[in-house]
């Protein structure tokens, strides 16, 4: 009658998990119950559990992003990405036969640290080095993840994430920050700034991928430690 909840924070969902007491029990086939469960146990996990040794994504650190497409070289150094504990839930869609699901989530984030830029911003030559600041106001991203079970090592069956997918969309807007474009040549570095924040949707596309990678990844790891820890069978309502 119950089987596994296997959406994307499917260990906060648990009903009986003595690992995450901050859960609402749902039947498996409940979307409404468990997108609402999901949505309030995000705070908790964004902020990281340490007794369970699972790393906050907010704020997550990324020491190094890196990207070399369209004839723009671009690394991101030190980065502190915030707001990931306040994204909303959009939507969760679960298949148990393959299994495999679907999370629809839609934040708001502020990312800043060191950049490095050289090359042509679609049709701008730019280069610079030095801090960025980046506002990203509700960017849509939907992960799709093929799950599947193996044996941990407390001899339980436990999910694992075998593979992900990632695409998005920024909704609302994005405001750009590079300190010292041009070695601090403001005759240069104003257009190009007026460049980026007009049109800032073209821009997100160049810089903005190897960022959202990172920031599904660092995501996709969190959900992938719980998963050890937390037995399948811990998941299930029962
Ligand atoms: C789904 O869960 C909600 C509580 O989150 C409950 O109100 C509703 O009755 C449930 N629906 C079904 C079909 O069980
Ligand atoms: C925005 O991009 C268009 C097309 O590339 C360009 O013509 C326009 O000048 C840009 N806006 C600013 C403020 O640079």
Redesign the pocket.
Known sequence: MFSYIICFFSVIISANCALAPFITPCHTQNDTCTLAAAQAALPYVAAGLPELGVKPLDPLHIPVIKSDQGGLTLTFTDTVITGLKNCKIDGIRHDITKPKQSVVIRCSINQAGNYKLNGRL??LPVEGEGKYNIDIRDIVIKVTSEMSMVPGEDGKLHWHVNKWKHAYQVKTGAHFQFDNLFNGNKVLAE?VE??MN??WS?VMQEVAPPVVYSIVAAVMDTLEALYKIVPADELALS
């Open positions: 679609i049709v257009p007026m460049f007009t049109n073209d």
